[in-house]
C-alpha cells in the first residue's frame, strides 16, 4: 500500500472537495434551469389559485375525468368514471381520501409520504430543494441528467432533467424503496402566459395517460369546494348500546361473527378488518335483491374472485342503518360459519365501533355526539387509504414493517419471504410433505399458496409485544415490507375503532 504525504494527501482532499461542489453547483443549476423553463416556484405568488380540468386516457379513449382545485398546498381533486366517483386533497395538515362510498380517511404512513412527494412535483416545489447529482441516463434516445431532491417528510425524487431546456422528462418517487414509482412527464401546457405547469404524464408502467384539458389561474375559489363533499352512504344512528356478537376461538382459526339485514334481509357474516368493502355471497346478493351497478375483479390472499359492486337500500347492525351503500358480491366468502358474506370498511368508516370480544358484544356510535377515551388502551395511528387498517409494527425488535390488521384472518401471520433478508430467521422443516410446515394460504376466491410456516421470536407494536408468533413466509400474498396480522394476534384485545379520526384503540382483554 502506498502511503501518501500531507501534501499530496492536501491535494486529493482540495480535488474531492472542488469535484463535489461542482457537482452540488451542477445539481442548482440545473434545477435553475427548470425553474427558468416553467418560470414559477411554489410560493412565489404566481397562482392564487388553480382550477384543473383533465382526462384520463386508454388508446385515445377518455376513461374517466378529473376536477381539481388548488389553493396554495391546500387542494381537493375528484375522479370520475362510470364506476363512480372518488375525491382525495389535502387539508394543509393531513391528507384524506375517500372511498367509492364517500366515507373521507386521513392518509398516514408511507402513503402521506408518497404524496407529499407528489405534490412537490407537481405544484413546482422541487426547484425550491437541495439538489444531489445522480449524473445521466437516456430516455428515448435523448441524454438527460438526473438530480435526487429530498422533501422533509416525503420520499426522494430522482429528476431527469432535459439539460438544454430544463424541462422534466421524468421522476422516480422513492427510488430505492418500496414505493417506488416512475411518472414519465410528457408535456407541459402554460396556465399563464410564460407559466407552465405539467399538462400530459403517465406512470411508467400503465397503459394509462393523463391530459389536461382546461386551466383556470387566479379564479374564485370557496374553502367549501377544497372541503370533503357528504358521502354518498350515509348512517341513521338508532342503538347506542352493545348488542351481541360471536366470538369463536378455535385451533384453526379464531373467528368473529355478526348479525345483519340487508335490504330487510337477515344473514351471518364474518366481520373481517381485511375486507375494503362490505361483501355478500352471490346467494345472499340475490336473496337480499341488492341492484348490481358494476361488474368488479376483487383481491384476497393470493387469489381474485370476479363479481360485481351493488348498491344496498339499507344495512342494518345492531338496530342502526346504513343508507344506499355500495357492496362488493359475487362467488362464496369461504367461512363455513359465515355464509352469507364478510362486514368489512364501510362498517367503521362513518362511525365509532366497540368491539369486546370479553363480552362478545359490539357497539357503533354517532362519531358526532360521542368523544373517545384513549386512555383505556394503546392507541395507535392506522393508515386507512387502503381502507383496511395498516400499523407500523417491529419483527423481532429489528425490522420496521406495515402490519395489515385482519379480523379474518386465522391462527397465521403471513411475510414476504423477502422479510428473511433483513435478519428475521424462522425454523421451518425442509420436508414439502410436512403439513404443518408447508400449509395452503388462501382466500376470498379460492386460490391459495403454499406458504412455509413455523415460529418468530416475536412482532410489536409499542410497548406490546406477541411471542412465538406462528408465521408463514409467502412470495405474491404480501409485499416485502408488509405483514399480515390475524386474530390469533388480536383476540387478546378488545378494540376500539375511530376511523373517522383514523385511530384503533388496543385494549387488553380481562380474560
Known amino acids: ?48 389559485t388553480l382550477t384543473i380540468d383533465s382526462s384520463l386516457l386508454k388508446n385515445g379513449t377518455v376513461e374517466g375525468t378529473y376536477h381539481e ?48 412527494s407528489l405534490s412537490y412535483l407537481f405544484n413546482e416545489g422541487t426547484t425550491a430543494l437541495m439538489g444531489a447529482d445522480r449524473g445521466t441516463a437516456s430516455i428515448d434516445g435523448q441524454s438527460v441528467r438526473v438530480v435526487r431532491v429530498g422533501p422533509e417528510g416525503a420520499f426522494p425524487i430522482d429528476l431527469y432533467i432535459d439539460p438544454s431546456s430544463g424541462a422534466y422528462r421524468q421522476a422516480v418517487i422513492d427510488p430505492e424503496g418500496t414505493y417506488n414509482d416512475t411518472l414519465d412527464i410528457l408535456g407541459y401546457t402554460d396556465a399563464l402566459p410564460g407559466k407552465k405547469i405539467i399538462a400530459t404524464w403517465k406512470h411508467a408502467d400503465s397503459s394509462y395517460s393523463h391530459r389536461v384539458d382546461k386551466v383556470v389561474a387566479n379564479g374564485d375559489v370557496t374553502t367549501e369546494q377544497l372541503h370533503p363533499p357528504a358521502p354518498a352512504a350515509y348512517w341513521e344512528f338508532k342503538n347506542d348500546q352493545p348488542f351481541k356478537i360471536e366470538f369463536i376461538d378455535r385451533d384453526a382459526g379464531p373467528r368473529i361473527h355478526v348479525m345483519a339485514k340487508v335490504n330487510g334481509v337477515l344473514g351471518t357474516f364474518l366481520l373481517d378488518t381485511g375486507a375494503s368493502d362490505i361483501f355478500l355471497s352471490r346467494a345472499f346478493a340475490d336473496k337480499a335483491n341488492v341492484k348490481r351497478a358494476f361488474s368488479q375483479q376483487f383481491s384476497g390472499v393470493a387469489s381474485t374472485l370476479k363479481g360485481e359492486f351493488a348498491k344496498a337500500d339499507t344495512v342494518e347492525i345492531g338496530g342502526n342503518v346504513l343508507h344506499d351503500v355500495l357492496v362488493g358480491a359475487g362467488g362464496q366468502p369461504g367461512d363455513r360459519d359465515a355464509p352469507d358474506g364478510l362486514i368489512g ?19 357503533i356510535l354517532d362519531p358526532k355526539t360521542h368523544e373517545v377515551d384513549h386512555n383505556q388502551g394503546i392507541t395507535v395511528a392506522a393508515d386507512l387509504s387502503q381502507d383496511v387498517p395498516i400499523i407500523p409494527m417491529m ?41 404443518a410446515s408447508h400449509l395452503a394460504i388462501g382466500g376470498i376466491g379460492g386460490g391459495y399458496e403454499v406458504g412455509e410456516c413455523g415460529n418468530l421470536d416475536n412482532i410489536s407494536v409499542g410497548p406490546i409485544v406477541y411471542d412465538h408468533v406462528p408465521a408463514c413466509s409467502v412470495h405474491g400474498a404480501v409485499a416485502e415490507r408488509q405483514i399480515l396480522v390475524g386474530l390469533d394476534f388480536l383476540k387478546g384485545f378488545n378494540m376500539l375503532f375511530d376511523y373517522p379520526d383514523s385511530y384503533l384503540i388496543l385494549i387488553p382483554r380481562k380474560q
Open 345 to 363: 370498511f364501510d362498517l367503521f368508516a362513518g362511525a365509532i365501533v366497540n368491539v369486546s370480544l370479553d363480552n362478545q358484544t359490539m357497539t
Open 1 to 48: 500500500m502506498k502511503i501518501l504525504g500531507p501534501a499530496t494527501a492536501a491535494m486529493v482532499a482540495a480535488i474531492l472537495c472542488a469535484s463535489a461542489a461542482a457537482m452540488a453547483d451542477d445539481a442548482s443549476d440545473l434545477l435553475a434551469k427548470h425553474k427558468a423553463y416553467v418560470g414559477w416556484q411554489f410560493g412565489d405568488g404566481t397562482f392564487r
Open 69 to 116: 382545485v388548488r389553493m396554495g398546498a391546500v387542494y381537493r381533486e375528484t375522479a370520475t368514471n362510470d364506476r363512480g366517483t372518488r375525491n382525495d386533497g389535502f387539508t394543509g395538515n393531513i391528507f384524506w381520501s375517500t372511498n367509492l362510498n364517500g366515507f373521507p380517511r386521513p392518509v398516514r404512513g408511507d402513503e402521506a409520504k408518497y404524496a407529499v
Open 395 to 435: 419483527v423481532e425488535h429489528k425490522v420496521q414493517v406495515n402490519a395489515l390488521l385482519d379480523s379474518g384472518g386465522g391462527t397465521y401471520m403471513l411475510f414476504n419471504a423477502g422479510l428473511l433478508k433483513y435478519g428475521v430467521s424462522m425454523l421451518v422443516d425442509p420436508d414439502p410433505n410436512k403439513i
